[in-house]
């Protein structure tokens, strides 16, 4: 059974950088579409990063060349690297999977494997 646990978050000032961390289950990082999301308060759950199996990246418009998905297949950790944060990248941070190997599904809803999340805040 695929299991996530979020580690990293914290409180930074704009412009600050911050780096998430997920430990997945065996096999999980090179085996499966992995991602992160993020939820904030009164908003629905968006899109942050998601990487393929073959490490394939796509990233949300709102943090294309501040946000760096990566991953460590051999110690299955998902990262990532928040850089130049601003307050509206305030959220609840999630890690997640989709057991499917290639390609990345393109609706949150098929990510079948959620992490508890970890708290991001950037005050201004």
């Known amino acids: 059974q695929v299991q996530l646990v979020e580690s990293g978050g914290g409180s930074v000032q704009a412009g600050g950088s911050l780096r998430l961390s997920c430990a997945a289950s065996?096999?999980?990082?090179?085996?499966?579409?992995m991602g992160w999301f993020r939820q904030a308060p009164g908003k629905e759950r968006e899109d942050v990063a998601r990487i393929t199996s073959n490490g394939n990246r796509g990233y949300a418009g709102s943090v294309q060349g501040r946000f760096t998905i990566s991953k460590d297949n051999a110690k299955n950790i998902l990262y990532l690297q928040m850089n130049s944060l601003k307050p509206e990248d305030t959220a609840m941070y999630y890690c997640?999977?989709?057991?499917?190997?290639?390609?990345?599904?393109?609706?949150?809803?098929?990510?079948?494997?959620w992490g508890q999340g970890t708290q991001v805040t950037v005050s201004s």
């Open positions: 065996e096999y999980t990082a090179s085996r499966y579409c």
């Open positions: 997640a999977a989709a057991t499917v190997t290639g390609y990345c599904p393109s609706q949150i809803r098929s990510f079948g494997v």
